[in-house]
C-alpha cells in the first residue's frame, strides 16, 4: 500500500513569506505527527493530530502550526519564515494514537533565503 | 525533560567486524525505536521494543533494550558496506502517545570495504 506523502518536497521561500506542508498519511492511519530535522538541533518533535485534534505540541514558537482534516490529512504552516527554520520537515503517520510504530514521508526540504 | 544520548556519533569499521551502537536515555519510558536514515531519504524503522529485555533481529542487525539502565544497544554483526547510513534512536514517554518521540543525536555509520 502507498506510503507517507508530502508535498511538496522541496521549496525555497525568502524570509517573512509563509509556507504550508502537506502529508497525506498511509490509508487507515488516523495519527500524523510532525518533526523538523536540522543538522545543528537534530530531529525535533512539532506537534501531533489524531481524528482532527491536535493532541501533543512540541516547543516551537506560535509560527508553527498545524492542523488535520476528517481524511486524516494534514498540513502544517509556518509564518513570517526565518533562516533557521531552513529544514527537511518530516510527516509521520500511525494507525491509532497510542500505537508501536511510526512510518515517516520523504519530508519536505525547505530552505529560506 | 526526556534527554536521548546516543554513541559513538561517528564510527567508521571495516566489513566484517562487529560493533554496537548504544542509546542512554534519562526518564523512564515504555517504548523505544531504533531507524535508519540514508543521506536525503526518510527514516526507515527498523526495530521497536516495548518492553525490558526486548531484544529483535533482523538480518546482521540487532537490538535490546534494558528499562532497568535506561539502555538500549543495536548490535551490528559482520557489518556490510550496505549498512552505512545513520542510525537513530527514539524514546516516546508515557504519554498516551506514541508519536511524541524524543530523538538521539544519530551515528553516523560508514561501512569500508
Known amino acids: 500500500k502507498a506510503g507517507v506523502t508530502q508535498t511538496p518536497r522541496y521549496l525555497i521561500k525568502t524570509r517573512g513569506q509563509q509556507v504550508t506542508l502537506s502529508c497525506s498519511p498511509i490509508?487507515?492511519?488516523?495519527?500524523v505527527s510532525w518533526y523538523q530535522q536540522t543538522p545543528g538541533q537534530g530531529l525535533q518533535f512539532l506537534f501531533e493530530?489524531?481524528?482532527?485534534?491536535?493532541?501533543n505540541k512540541g516547543n516551537f514558537p506560535g509560527r508553527f502550526s498545524g492542523r488535520q482534516f476528517s481524511n486524516s490529512r494534514s498540513e502544517m504552516n509556518v509564518s513570517t519564515l526565518e533562516l533557521g527554520d531552513s529544514a527537511l520537515y518530516l510527516c509521520?503517520?500511525?494507525?491509532?494514537?497510542?500505537?508501536?510504530?511510526?512510518?515517516f514521508g520523504e519530508g519536505s526540504r525547505l530552505t529560506v533565503l | 525533560e526526556l534527554k536521548v544520548e546516543q554513541n559513538p556519533l561517528f564510527l567508521s569499521m571495516q566489513e566484517g567486524k562487529n560493533y554496537t551502537i548504544y542509546c542512554n536515555y534519562s526518564t523512564t519510558s515504555d517504548r523505544l525505536y531504533w531507524y535508519r536514515q540514508d543521506p536525503g531519504k526518510s527514516l526507515e524503522s527498523l526495530f521497536v521494543?516495548?518492553?525490558?529485555?526486548a531484544v529483535k533481529q533482523e538480518g546482521r542487525l540487532m537490538a535490546s533494550l534494558d528499562t532497568k539502565a535506561r539502555l538500549s544497544t543495536l548490535h551490528i554483526t559482520a557489518a556490510v558496506h550496505d549498512l552505512s547510513a545513520t542510525y537513530f534512536c527514539a524514546v516516546s514517554l508515557n504519554t498516551g502517545t506514541a508519536s511524541k518521540l524524543t530523538f538521539g543525536t544519530g551515528t553516523r555509520l560508514q561501512v569500508t570495504l
Open positions: 493530530y489524531f481524528s482532527e485534534t491536535q493532541r
Open positions: 521494543l516495548l518492553s525490558n529485555g
Open positions: 490509508s487507515g492511519h488516523r495519527s
Open positions: 509521520a503517520s500511525s494507525f491509532l494514537l497510542n500505537t508501536g510504530e511510526l512510518f
